[in-house]
Each structure stands twice: as C-alpha cells, then as structure tokens.
C-alpha cells in the first residue's frame, strides 16, 4: 500500500504516512483514539488490518486493542490486559 502506519507519541494517535516517494512522506490523516484510553503503544498491519495497542488512562486498567482499517477506521476493539505496550500478528 505504500503507507506506513505509526505511532505518534505526542497525540497519542495513529498517523498514516503515504511513502509512494519515499523522500518525500506525506501525512494522509491520523486516527485520534482518546475515546479508548490514554494513547497508543504499538501497531501491527496485516493485509487491510491494523492493530493498535492502546493504555488505559489509568495504568493499571486493562487497555485495549483496537483492529483499524487502512483508512484508520475503528472496526472493533477488545479488552486486553494493562499497560499493553506490544502488538503483532503471527
């Protein structure tokens, strides 16, 4: 697809990064995922889906995992244990 899907630290949401001319990136848009918890730690793409670790505001809450589509679409989200700070698909 061409798009790198990335974490931002500072808002806390998912960017996507259009790297058709990889000297040049450009931001297509970014999924805000305040509505889930206090940000996202890490995200995964497999095909059209993408996972999203996000924290719970409090620490020690059960985060979530979020599954996106490219366009950063929320499809579903489940409960996961605390502080989930890693995702991938096997």
């Known amino acids: 697809?061409?798009?790198?899907?990335?974490?931002?630290?500072?808002?806390?949401?998912?960017?996507?990064?259009?790297?058709?001319?990889p000297t040049m990136p450009?931001?297509?848009?970014s999924t805000d995922l305040a509505a889930y918890g206090s940000g996202a730690t890490s995200v995964a793409v497999h095909?059209?889906?993408?996972?999203?670790?996000v924290t719970a505001n409090t620490k020690t809450d059960p985060g979530r995992?979020?599954?996106?589509?490219?366009?950063g679409m929320v499809l579903a989200n489940v409960n996961v244990g605390a502080g989930?700070?890693?995702v991938t698909f096997t």
Request: proline share 5%.
């Open 47 to 53: 095909g059209d889906l993408v996972a999203v670790a």
């Open 1 to 21: 697809s061409k798009t790198l899907f990335s974490v931002n630290g500072s808002t806390g949401a998912v960017d996507r990064i259009d790297l058709t001319d």
């Open 26 to 29: 450009t931001l297509l848009g």
């Open 65 to 71: 995992l979020l599954l996106l589509n490219p366009e």
């Open 84 to 86: 989930p700070d890693m």
